[in-house]
């Protein structure tokens, strides 16, 4: 049989990899655009669909001159000499001029210096961040500040903590909130970075607060060694006191820079001395204690008394009588009533009226502390029972008072209180009283001899003296005299007094105080028959019924 030969597969060329039929339809600005194929299976190019580089030159040096219209023939071409249209030196050669060989132009200082780097005026460090990265990885220095702004309104003094990163030269500065002081807790005041210590001089208006501030705007950065424990140290504006740092801190220091003594500095806050709270200067209006208390308090109080000394002394009056001491000579037979209230140690002056003397009597000064003269108004001193004897000089505002005279409840109240009075004083008052009675004893002797109507008045005043022997309300008289006596000036009319006995239900008729009382010797025999009344007044030249 006739074998059929095998004939052999067409030869592709190795380097033909891509067989598939290229795309005809592409996507520009999410619309399908359709487009011829250039290249066929195989990668080999289609001639059918590209044009020859004759056509291509053609295309583009042919001017289209069919329009709609008549037709127009092109412009000719514009004429171009030779000396343009060649070059310079050809030209000029095809003359027959010769010309000198090219030179090198000149160089420009200014472009080459353009072209040169800048200089650099930096060293590179040689400072190997990895290692310390690797050696000083979690050690941070730990030092305890605080903030002392009490220089400003509202200022206070903070304490915070603050974290110097060894790895990285970075600084944290945290917060130290205490219980219920009243603020947000929040952590950080500042968030772990680089602190800038020396700005580059134009670097002071760098915006600071939206950029970051690198090498370029920075002299030198804070390292540990700017840290010590005992010196101030300025951050982000505020001054911070470093008072103490952790065992790892001082470990640290002692190694590094050899300071081994860092001890820790009191901060703690002293009290300050309590103010003392001064009053302003009296005005002399009203009394001190009752100024005193507009400066103690906005709505101020009454000051306060002392209630065992006013129920121990209530209706206790010591009674003197004094004389101006004035060198007008219109005051030289003036005389005053001056009374002084245990209970209050206040002082009231009454002047009795004397007819066709031209002065009107009456009351002279209402009841007040009166001040001594030689003390300050910081600490007054006011007058006191121990400064009325007899000669002693008391000034009122101004007025000098002598005293001349008291009543017997002086004398008998300085006896009962001797601790109260100098001896002087209680002798004075004794004297006195003593040469002021011994006159009136004389002349109820004399009076006795010679006014034959004596035993008459006697014998009525020994009555007088019988019904008011076993009288309760004995005790009591004089203190009814004082009560309605409100001005302690020792004066009651008539008409009070009788209605004083009837009050007290005295078992004494109306018609022997009536003869007492109309007797031309009324008021020395008066004070023989009432001796309780006679108490109550016993400067009875100025005691009128």
């Known amino acids: 049989a006739a074998t059929v030969p095998i004939q052999p597969l067409p030869w592709e060329p190795p380097y033909k990899t891509a067989f598939h039929r ?6 520009r600005n999410g619309y399908a655009v359709v487009r011829r194929p250039t290249v066929g299976i195989g990668g080999d190019r289609l001639q059918v669909n590209q044009l020859s580089q004759a056509e291509l030159d053609e295309l583009a040096n ?14 000719p071409a514009e004429f171009i000499p030779a000396h343009v249209a060649f070059d310079k030196k050809v030209f000029l050669e095809s003359q027959g ?15 080459e210096l353009r072209k040169q780097p800048l200089r650099k005026y930096v060293t590179p460090t040689d400072f190997d961040q990895l290692k310390q990265f690797l050696t000083f990885d979690k050690q941070v220095l730990r030092f305890y500040a605080i903030w002392d702004d009490t220089d400003s309104m509202f200022g206070e003094c903070r304490t915070y903590i603050i974290h110097y990163y060894l790895m990285d030269d970075t600084v944290e500065i945290l917060e130290v909130h205490e219980r219920n002081d ?51 140290l300025t951050m982000l504006g505020r001054t911070f006191f ?33 103010v003392k709270q001064e009053l302003p200067p009296y005005n002399g209006y009203g009394l001190i204690e009752d100024s005193a208390q507009n400066c103690l308090a906005l709505i101020p109080k009454a000051p306060k008394k002392d209630v065992i000394k006013m129920l121990m002394n209530d209706n206790k009056v010591l009674r003197y009588l004094a004389a101006l001491e004035s060198p007008i000579p219109e005051d030289k037979g003036r005389r005053f009533v001056l009374s002084y209230f245990l209970a209050t140690d206040m002082i009231s002056i009454f002047e009795p009226p004397v007819r066709n003397s031209g002065i009107i009597g009456g009351k002279y000064l209402g009841r007040t502390k009166v001040v001594k003269p030689d003390s300050s108004m910081e600490n007054p001193i006011y007058y ?4 009325f004897f007899i000669g002693a000089v008391i000034e009122v505002f101004g007025h000098r008072f002598v005293i001349l005279d008291s009543d017997d409840y002086v004398l008998k109240y300085m006896e009962s209180n001797p601790a109260q009075f100098s001896p002087e004083a209680l002798l004075s008052i004794q004297n006195h009283i003593r040469r002021r009675d011994t006159p009136a004893l004389e002349l109820d002797s004399q009076r006795t001899e010679k006014d034959p109507g ?55 008729d109306d018609s022997l105080i009536k003869e007492v009382s109309r007797s031309s010797s009324w008021g020395g025999e008066l004070q023989r028959a009432f001796p309780t009344f006679l108490h109550y007044k016993p400067l009875w030249p100025w005691f009128p019924f």
């Open 22 to 27: 290229s795309q005809t339809l592409g996507y």
């Open 62 to 75: 042919k001017a289209p001159v069919l329009t709609y219209g008549q037709l127009k023939r092109a412009p």
């Open 97 to 111: 001029i010769e010309l000198n060989p090219p030179e090198k132009m000149a160089l420009d200082p200014y472009t």
């Open 182 to 232: 009243g603020r947000d807790p929040f952590p950080l005041l500042m968030n772990r970075q680089r602190m800038p210590k020396v700005l580059v001089e134009n670097a002071k208006n760098f915006p600071q607060c939206v950029l970051e501030i690198s090498d370029q705007e920075v002299l030198e950065w804070y390292t540990a060694k700017d840290f010590i424990v005992g010196k101030p």
């Open 242 to 274: 470093i008072y103490d740092c952790d065992p790892f801190t001082r470990q640290y220091y002692k190694e590094k820079f050899g300071i081994s003594d860092l001890p820790r500095i009191d901060v703690s806050k002293k009290e300050p001395p309590p």
């Open 384 to 387: 006191g029972p121990s400064d």
């Open 454 to 508: 004596t035993q008459e008045l006697e014998v009525l005043i020994d009555t007088i003296q019988k019904q008011l022997k076993d009288h309760p309300c004995r005790d009591s008289i004089r203190e009814a005299f004082r009560i309605y006596d409100t001005e302690a000036s020792g004066y009651v009319d008539r008409e009070t007094f009788f209605k004083i006995c009837d009050s007290l239900h005295l078992p004494v």
